[in-house]
């Protein structure tokens, strides 16, 4: 198959969008298949701020990368950028013939991928990574009405597709709450690299390994870690809130950020109010090799947000054996299990603290939910989603060809 793949959001942009369909290219190529990505183009800056060189990603000789003009976009990445779709791209994307065309996000190069969809004859897919009401935090307005249009055109951009995936249930509870209907849906989990994130011995005996990474970060024996965007809409707060309460019982505790964001400041004055600033460690964007070793360092991985669909820090740091204490908010509790760790109510400070300490101080339960979590995320691992994926475009070519008597 030669499969299109359209998105808004692409390297060099830090996201976890970008991240996932790059890994499920890489899986597609090696069952046999060809991908060709159709993205925005980028700027220096926007290379730059991910302390990238400015030049195109090498993904191999069967991945093309086709990058369309574009504009700057406030995101929370602060690396946006914007496609005015024209229609007139499908004619470039026909020499290329895609077997099925798989579309990302519903901007500019979403709208390219309908266009050349209808042109084409060909089946379009569509993922929606979105939680659709924090999205709107980013809209350049404002207005009631121009809110729940924005909401309408969402809905009827994936009423388009043959089939639209999420990697939660709580995206498809939103969208019909808003009014989706009359197209098949299916959660597929964003791939996960079980191979990069593990943990440092997979036979458990990590010893002089952990202690190696401890000291290398400057880690204690009970360090909690979280891993994303620091802003206000991930909530990191309430784990700073927790903070203090955990020190009382676990003296030397410590909280990790992997990551940065605009909430950063904020967090480091509110630390300081509470007494805890000596305790929080920000580590800035580190590299997946960095970052998995980060997590091997760690006892726990903590999760405040309310607007993740999944949360790809969660799943890695599960995939090298972390036990999880997440709230109870859109997509967190349908990867959050009793085997893998604990959910608490959103904005429970108290809650998030005493299940941590929970963890922090019995070592066998600690233990027994990492190696649950570990267990559980391999069956998000990447070659397992990218075998999910072959058999779902076969399937929706399959079933549109014979609708429409291809």
């Known amino acids: 198959m030669r499969i299109a793949i359209f998105s808004d959001n692409f390297y060099p942009e830090l996201s976890g969008i970008s991240d996932s369909i790059i890994a499920l290219s890489k899986q597609l190529v090696r069952r046999?298949?060809?991908?060709?990505?159709?993205?925005?183009?980028?700027?220096?800056?926007?290379?730059?701020?991910a302390n990238l060189p400015p030049t195109e990603i090498d993904l191999g000789k069967n991945i093309k990368v086709h990058r369309f003009n574009s504009f700057p976009y406030?995101?929370?990445?602060?690396?946006?950028?914007?496609?005015?779709?024209?229609?007139?791209?499908?004619?470039?994307?026909?020499?290329?013939?895609p077997d099925v065309i798989h579309t990302q996000l519903f901007f500019g190069v979403g709208l390219e991928a309908i266009f050349a969809a209808r042109l084409l004859k060909k089946p379009v897919i569509g993922t929606n990574h979105t939680a659709l009401k924090e999205f709107l935090k980013y809209s350049p307005f404002h207005a009631t009405w121009f809110n729940?249009?924005?909401?309408?055109?969402?809905?009827?951009?994936?009423?388009?597709?043959?089939?639209?995936?999420?990697?939660?249930?709580?995206?498809?509870?939103?969208?019909?709450?808003?009014?989706f209907k009359n197209v098949k849906s299916r959660v597929v989990s964003n791939p996960i690299d079980t191979v990069m994130f593990k943990p440092v011995d997979a036979s458990g005996k990590a010893g002089a390994n952990k202690?190696?990474?401890?000291?290398?970060?400057?880690?204690?024996?009970?360090t909690l870690i979280t891993a994303g965007r620091i802003a206000d809409e991930k909530n990191t707060d309430v784990l700073v809130r927790a903070l203090p309460q955990i020190k009382k019982v676990v003296p030397n505790a410590v909280l990790a950020f992997a990551g940065r964001g605009p909430a950063e400041e904020k967090l480091k004055a509110l630390a300081k109010t509470l007494g805890v600033a000596d305790s929080l460690k920000f580590l800035g964007l580190l590299d997946k090799p960095t970052l998995a070793e980060a997590f091997n360092a760690s006892e726990l991985f903590a999760v405040a947000s309310k607007s993740d669909t999944q949360n790809m820090g969660m799943m890695q740091a599960m995939a090298c054996g972390l036990p999880i204490v997440g709230v109870r908010a859109r997509g967190l509790p349908e990867y959050i299990h009793d085997e893998n760790g604990f959910v608490v109510e959103p904005d429970d400070d108290k809650a998030m603290a005493l299940k941590a300490i929970d963890i922090l101080t019995h070592k066998t339960k600690a233990a027994t939910l990492g190696k649950g979590a570990r267990t559980y995320v391999e069956h998000f691992s990447e070659p397992a989603i990218g075998a999910e994926w072959e058999a779902?475009?076969?399937?929706?070519i399959k079933s549109y060809n014979e609708r429409n008597n291809l």
């Open 392 to 396: 779902i475009y076969e399937g929706v």
């Open 74 to 97: 406030e995101t929370g990445t602060g690396q946006g950028r914007f496609v005015i779709p024209d229609g007139f791209r499908s004619i470039t994307i026909f020499r290329y013939h």
């Open 148 to 179: 729940t249009g924005l909401l309408k055109y969402v809905n009827w951009y994936y009423e388009r597709c043959e089939l639209v995936t999420a990697p939660s249930q709580s995206v498809f509870d939103e969208m019909v709450a808003l009014g």
């Open 32 to 49: 046999g298949h060809f991908v060709d990505f159709y993205v925005p183009k980028y700027t220096k800056k926007e290379f730059a701020a």
């Open 211 to 222: 202690t190696a990474l401890k000291k290398k970060f400057g880690f204690t024996e009970a």
